[in-house]
């Protein structure tokens, strides 16, 4: 889909991006919302690549550049064009303002013209979009709601293949459930995610993530019961068939899970020694 967009509802264009970050090699989906003023949301990485697949986008609908960039959140492969955009257009960037605290932030929050706020109605030229504060993979996430066309842009809440990395610095497995859990009553037909293929199942969809945050916490527990009890004896545990290179963010993904299960009082830390060792209560 490199160089061209699809059309995936009346004034709803979804182009791809691609890129390595944050552990998904297969780059980024960015979408345009309308066709005469259209609202960009995410941006996928900066580069040479990224601004021709834009430029293209822009092509297409008629248009030199977007007046209005809805982030996602502020990870590098979401804004990193942004500071182009900016420049060569004018282009405001619209985000929440708990994406101050994301430690992982490739622009400063600082630096937004606009505020996102969870259940404002943002006009896209046309096209109406609800946004949905849903917190965890970084600390002011949104998800964006269309619901004339049923369609949610998720970004990296839900992906289309694999799953969303969650843990620590900025990011919070209690809030990132409790999110899957708001964007499951939602009236949506399908998910538009900032990764992967578009999801035609969104319930099954969270289940299955819901399942998946479930299992890991089991094998956590499983870990520290059979004297596994440091997070890289845990990663060399659960990730075995993984290559070494995702391991580093499955050290941080099993640390937001002991954080979970410390912050429900159901596993205890002990960081007297040179490693963190984790023992179940009761």
């Known amino acids: 889909m490199s160089g061209a967009s699809i059309l995936v509802a009346p004034g709803v264009r979804m182009a791809h991006v691609p890129g390595f970050a944050f552990g998904f090699p297969q780059g980024n989906n960015v979408y345009l919302l309308g066709d005469r003023d259209p609202v960009l949301v995410d941006t996928g990485m900066p580069g040479e690549v990224g601004e021709k697949v834009l430029s293209d986008l822009f092509a297409e609908v008629g248009i030199a550049g977007p007046r209005r960039l809805l982030a996602t959140h502020l990870h590098r492969d979401h804004v990193g064009a942004w500071p182009w955009l900016h420049e060569r257009f004018g282009t405001e960037l619209w985000v929440h303002p708990l994406e101050s605290e994301n430690a992982f932030a490739s622009v400063d929050a600082s630096e937004a013209d606009a505020a996102l706020a969870d259940g404002q109605v943002i006009d896209c030229d046309g096209v109406e979009v609800r946004v949905v504060f849903t ?8 998800v964006l709601e269309l619901p004339s066309s049923r369609l949610l842009l998720t970004g990296d809440l839900i992906v289309g293949s694999g799953t969303s990395w969650v843990g620590p610095p900025g990011g919070s497995l209690v809030d990132y459930l409790a999110s899957l859990r708001r964007v499951r009553t939602l009236d949506v037909a399908r998910i538009l995610p900032a990764h992967g293929p578009i999801v035609d199942d969104p319930v099954a969809k969270v289940d299955e993530y819901l399942e998946h945050r479930a299992l890991r916490e089991e094998q956590v527990l499983g870990c520290i019961h059979d004297g596994q009890d440091t997070v890289p004896a845990m ?48």
């Open 135 to 142: 917190p965890g993979h970084s600390p002011g996430h949104v």
């Open 235 to 282: 990663v060399a545990v659960i990730y075995a068939a993984y290559p070494d290179g995702v391991h580093g963010i499955a050290a941080l993904t099993m640390q937001g899970h002991l954080d979970k299960l410390i912050a429900e009082g159901r596993v205890a830390v002990d960081a007297s020694g040179d490693e963190n060792r984790y023992r179940v209560i009761g």
